[in-house]
């Protein structure tokens, strides 16, 4: 998988700091999560090949979140696209598209189609051969979910080596990788773990932005490879995190800890603070791999 910060701060998009957006790269798919205002300019910066997006996950109807939607729905049109584009959001969603869409007599020359989301429970919402996105509900001001993004087990992988030195017609191999055992060119059954390997261990991705302090979830993102977890505030403003339905770094840590993921990705800062540092040293009292996300950066994990 391959993480690209668009944009990780909160509220106003500013000079170099640009609100919440991001693209993963997972198995062919490139996933927009969040689309904050700016975001196809972002896109064009850091030459990412946005045309290849297909599904769009939308976390929640604040504007640091979704006022760039309209305006890449609009780019797509204008770039002739035909392609399916699925939008993945609160309930409300299509309305607040539409509305913009039919005042301005923009209707989209390609697919536009909506998944609205209400329930308050995780549920499947894209599933694929290779991929599986499920929602992670979370604790906002209004109603607003993380995504999950997992591999699914691959098939086995071939031992090049052995097959060719045990005499398998590579007629067989596909068979191989999907865990048979196979006769050779000498009519001898070989077993399937004298051939193959075992698939990589699959990734995932957890997005979780924005949400007050949210145990309720570390179940759910047990053991998740890399775990994108808002820090809005520092611990000396915990009670203004608790009004506001936002976490501290502290308060991210410590669910990266309880759910003992592999790296924690900070984001959605607030802009009081002038020094992203802070968050980091604040987190890492408590779990030791954090990372600071920043505008334009990519993590491949
Ligand atoms: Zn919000």
Known sequence: MKLTILGCHSASPRYNSNPTAQVLEVRGHLFLIDCGEGT???????KVKFSRIRHIFISHLHGDHFFGLVGLISTFRLLGREAELHVYGPKGIKEAITIQLKLGKSWTNYSLIFH??????????????????????????????????REKLGDRKLNIDAALKRNVSMSYYSKIKQGFDV???????????????????????????DTAYQPEIIDQIKNTSLLYHESTFLSEHEELAEKTKHSTAKQAAEIAKKAEVGTLLLGHYSGRYGNHEVFKKEAEQIFSNVELAADGMSIEF
């Open 183 to 209: 006769e050779n060119e000498d009519g001898v059954l070989i077993s399937n773990n004298e051939l193959s390997l075992d698939p990589d261990i699959p990734k995932s991705y957890a997005f979780c932005s």
């Open 116 to 149: 609205e989301l209400g329930g308050k429970e995780a549920e499947l919402i894209y599933q694929d051969d290779k991929v599986t996105v499920h929602t992670i509900p979370l604790r906002h001001r209004v109603y607003c979910n993380g995504f999950l993004f």
């Open 40 to 46: 196809q300019v972002q896109l064009r910066r850091f």
